[in-house]
Structure formats: structure tokens, C-alpha cells
């Protein structure tokens, strides 16, 4: 247990409908990432937020798409309107703003998306 | 972006030494050298992280020679739990760095056989 949350860790959910992901950092971690992996693949970066701005976001974030971090703390990921391409484990990471602490990210065991 | 290349799979047997190795030929200044472990349907589990020369923790050894352009993960006596999927990642991760550095290859499957 590295510490991040995820949650649910699993949802299954018809096309065309809505799902949200949680997901709860390390305490006092500010940077916050999300990812996306699918069979066979490396998990690929989809966003990142240091304490509540959201600073960088991947093209495979389409407008689908939307994450939040409202207070610096828990982060959200919604997909609207998903289709069966969305269907893969979404993963995220947290680390800690410390010249001295390294530099590890922690990634938490991910929330499995099945779109059918 | 700094692109790392790895064997596609690997095969062992239990009590033996495995070393993968990763070649990041463009590998800039500030970029640091991260290997993680990755189970199914689990989320990657950091290993072990260096810059420069050798770095060994509780679980590995991390061999970075002078010029960097490639690295080096030892397991030491792998068991059967050992069969993962390893990715080595390079990336500035310092406060400055871009997240998006921190990219993730296909990795390499490591099996180990009894």
C-alpha cells in the first residue's frame, strides 16, 4: 500500500454514460498526476496538478474528459459520454514538493474502466 | 523527451541474479533514472531511482555508468514473485520538471521459473 487511493476500483458502466474516479494523495503530497493504461501498454500521462492548478494536460485528454482538485487534497476524473475506448485502468500518482525527500511518485492500484 | 529502450521479456529461474538494462541515449542533464515494477492489475511500484553511478536499496541495485546513455537494474536470488512487469522511466524530476517527462515505455516482462 503506497498510500494513494483509488476509488472505486472497479466500474463497469454502459456506454454513453458518465463515470467519476476519486482519487486521495498522500497526505501532504502537492502534486497530484493521472494516468492512463491499457492491456499490454505503459500507463500514459493524462494530467497533472500542483496543489489545485491543474498545469499540464495531455492531447488524450479529450473534452470528454475533466479532473478537478478543488482544495489541493483529493483529485476527481470524470469522463462523459464514455465510449468503449475509454475502457482501461486509470492510475494516480502523488509526490511531494521537497528538494530533500527525492523525487519518488507513488501511484496508487488504479480504478479499472470497463465501457460496454 | 528522453526515449528509453528495454528488452520486450525476459526469462529466469528462482535464486538467480537478473539484470535489464535500458538505454536512454538522449538523456538530458537534469533527468533522473526510475525503475518501477508493475504486478496485474495493480498500479506500478517504485524500485528504486538514481542519477549517477550505482545505487542500491533493500529490494535492488541501480548501475549508471559515467555517461548515463544507459542503466542497469539488478535483482538480486529472484523468486517467483518476482515476475512483473519492470519499466524503467527517464525524467526530470526535479521541482522544475515537467511532469510530462515522466513517460512510460512497453517495459519488460520478467518471468521467473521454478
Known amino acids: 500500500d503506497t498510500g494513494v487511493s483509488q476509488d472505486p476500483r472497479h466500474k463497469i458502466t454502459k456506454r454513453g454514460q458518465n463515470v467519476t474516479f476519486r482519487c486521495d494523495p498522500i497526505s501532504e503530497h502537492n502534486r497530484l498526476y493521472w494516468y492512463r493504461q491499457t492491456l499490454g501498454q505503459g500507463p500514459e500521462f493524462l494530467t497533472y496538478f500542483q496543489n489545485e492548478a491543474q498545469l499540464e494536460k495531455s492531447r488524450l485528454l479529450s473534452d470528454r474528459f475533466s479532473a478537478e482538485r478543488p482544495k489541493g487534497s483529493f483529485s476527481t476524473l470524470e469522463i462523459q459520454r464514455t465510449e468503449q475506448g475509454d475502457s482501461a485502468m486509470y492510475l494516480c500518482?502523488?509526490?511531494?514538493?521537497?528538494?530533500?525527500?527525492?523525487?519518488?511518485?507513488?501511484f496508487g492500484e488504479g480504478s479499472w474502466l470497463t465501457v460496454v | 523527451l528522453a526515449k528509453t529502450t528495454q528488452p520486450i521479456s525476459m526469462d529466469s529461474y528462482e535464486g538467480q541474479e537478473v539484470n535489464i538494462t535500458c538505454s536512454h541515449n538522449n538523456i538530458a542533464t537534469n533527468d533522473y533514472i526510475t525503475w518501477y515494477q508493475q504486478f496485474p492489475s495493480q498500479g506500478p511500484r517504485f524500485i528504486i531511482q538514481g542519477y549517477k553511478t550505482k545505487v542500491t536499496n533493500e529490494v535492488a541495485s541501480l548501475f549508471i555508468p559515467a555517461d548515463r546513455k544507459s542503466s542497469t537494474l539488478s535483482l538480486p536470488r529472484v523468486s517467483l514473485s518476482d515476475t512483473a512487469v519492470y519499466y524503467c522511466?527517464?525524467?526530470?524530476?526535479?521541482?522544475?520538471?515537467?511532469?510530462?517527462?515522466?513517460?512510460f515505455g512497453s517495459g519488460t516482462q520478467l518471468t521467473v521459473l521454478p
Open positions: 500518482a502523488s509526490r511531494k514538493r521537497d528538494p530533500t525527500s527525492g523525487n519518488t511518485i507513488y
Open positions: 522511466l527517464v525524467g526530470d524530476l526535479t521541482l522544475l520538471g515537467s511532469a510530462r517527462q515522466l513517460t
